[in-house]
């Protein structure tokens, strides 16, 4: 799993097996989730597009350097921007592939959400910009970097912005029968989102499995059916896969899923006990985050999941970014 050399500031390519890669988004680039590029043999699969065109330019070019063919098929895994935005710089040629619920919600949350950052961007970038000299420790200049990047690689692409709406949508498992490998893909349903699907591939044992799976990061879990997600992890780890690429984080194995699964249990123990507290708002005003993710990164992700958990103990999955 050594680095791949990749000229891209905004992705490094990961070879995890012979004709397969994960392309780990750079916090300084404007990929912001994780991709993947799969040579079937005789077709190109990739999965997710990243956030905006320019990472995706560079995606493309990857995948169709490393495989020497236009790429056939690219799935998005849910409807959020920073899986969707790149689909359209690849050729007309390729199929866009996701499930039909995808699809919906990318044509009417994935458009709402768009005309938002069109309209917020910029003043988000700001904003954080303006707070990051006010920032002492190390760990919290970092987090704040990181959104600064985040709404600047927004503010520069939603002008130009046009989202590519998926050719194809699938239910339950689609089949890819290369001549080299066979891939699945597989409609979870809901947990992050109200859809998510991933991609496995059964003689090496790799899932892409979206942000179903974070990897030593807080996951957005705010707009999420936590009940729905921790099904969902059930359902990921029946696969057996020894390597799970996440939407976030680095390359990770099974024990990461049983981490996602920890963490969602452990915020949900914690939300009941603010709940049931004298002052719950006082203790959702700045949560101390846990010691065993602490060192995560996304932690601003920590205090919002906590406290839509506590304002709403049963949401149903929604927006998230």
Known sequence: MSPVLSPSPHFQLHQLADGVYAALALDSGAAVSNAGIVDLGDRTLVYDTFLTPKAATDLRLAAETLTGRVISYVINSHWHNDHIRGNQVFSPETEILCTRTTRRLMETEGIAELQDDSENALSQMKAMEARLPLETDPSAVEETSRWVTYFRA????????????????????????GSVRSA???????????????????????????????????????ASSLDEWLKALDKIEELDAAVIVPGHGPIGGPQDIGWMRRYILDLQVQAAR?????????????PPIPEAYAGWKLARFYGANLRALVQNPTPTNGSAS
């Open 274 to 286: 603010i709940a049931a507290s004298k002052n719950p708002e006082e203790k959702l005003k700045d």
């Open 184 to 222: 699945e893909l597989i409609e979870i349903g809901p947990g992050h989102t109200q859809n998510d699907s991933v991609l496995f591939l059964p003689e090496e044992k790799t899932a892409f499995v979206g942000d179903l799976v974070f990897v030593r990061s807080h996951p957005y879990l705010a």
């Open 154 to 177: 927004l503010a520069e692409s939603t002008p130009k912005m046009k989202l590519r709406m998926p050719t194809w949508c699938f239910e339950g498992r689609l089949f890819f029968h």
